[in-house]
């Protein structure tokens, strides 16, 4: 039986380049920072922009592989391993918060890199349990938020929730030269203010915002981590920004933690 806790925190960070895994840069002493002062849950749940499925999944593998979803980069970079433990103990305490079948277990599946570049910051050591939910392709933004919403007693439960995608994700955009266009800093105040305000219609709404949406968030894979920890909200969380800035100029690498 795994025995209530304090509440571990739940956080939204905003992961970015892989390459903010490697190299110095300030998100990943932001991570760094962080992890020193997290407390030690007995596993963590993450979801991440990179895993979709055709209904919601959990992995229950006994030691979740690096996946290396990326082309391009370094050969350091594939080089990384996060060689963390899983957790098919809480997976299927997940699995249990729902009705049959809702979420089921797979072992195909491991650590993407919207997980273990965060994670390789926050704990290095990789030596606390880690397994991933899948992001369902059938739901809506309302059929996400009500998912996570079942998920919030985890946290009193021993389970730490990462969740790691971008605000703003526009990767036809990319500006080397840095300079953030007006839309996206329109959107991701949008959405800060929304966090703020714990406005759950701001945030499954989005063209609320106007035109800038669109344009913000061209696909959804990258927002919807965000309305996992939303929704996952205490009313004596307190909550804070880690980091508000942009990279190359259509990545909001806004990051949200609440404790």
């Known amino acids: 039986m795994i025995k209530n806790t304090l509440r571990m925190p739940a956080m939204f960070i905003g992961h970015g ?6 190299t110095e840069n300030p998100y990943r002493d932001a991570w760094q920072a962080l992890g020193k002062t997290l407390p030690r849950p007995s596993a ?4 991440s922009a990179h895993w979709q499925t055709q209904g919601s999944k959990v992995n229950v593998a006994d030691f979740p592989q690096t996946i290396h979803d990326f082309g391009g980069f370094p050969a350091e970079l594939f080089a990384q391993q996060y060689a963390a433990p899983g957790a098919a103990a809480f997976a299927k305490i997940v699995c249990e918060l729902f009705p049959a079948n809702t979420i089921t277990t797979t072992q195909d599946w491991g650590l993407d890199h919207g997980a273990w570049t965060v994670l390789q910051s926050l704990f290095p050591k990789a030596d606390v349990p880690v397994f991933q939910l899948s992001l ?11 998912l996570a919403k079942q998920l919030t007693s985890l946290r009193e439960r021993g389970v730490m929730l990462i969740a790691s995608g971008n605000i703003v994700h526009n990767l036809a955009k990319l500006n080397r030269l840095g300079t953030t266009p007006e839309w996206a800093t329109h959107f991701d105040q949008y959405i800060k203010n929304a966090l ?5 219609n701001a945030l499954l709404h989005i063209a609320q915002a106007g035109d800038c949406a669109r344009l913000a968030v061209p696909t959804d894979e990258h927002y919807l981590p965000l309305l996992y920890i939303a929704a996952v909200w205490h009313p004596e969380d307190k909550m804070r920004f880690l980091t508000d800035n942009f990279d190359l100029g259509s990545l909001s690498m ?5 404790q």
């Open 196 to 200: 703020e305000l714990h406005d759950e």
């Open 17 to 22: 380049n892989p390459m903010n895994a490697i």
């Open 44 to 47: 963590i749940l993450c979801i």
């Open 254 to 258: 806004r990051s949200v933690i609440y």
């Open 136 to 146: 369902d392709l059938n739901l809506d933004f309302s059929g996400h938020f009500k």
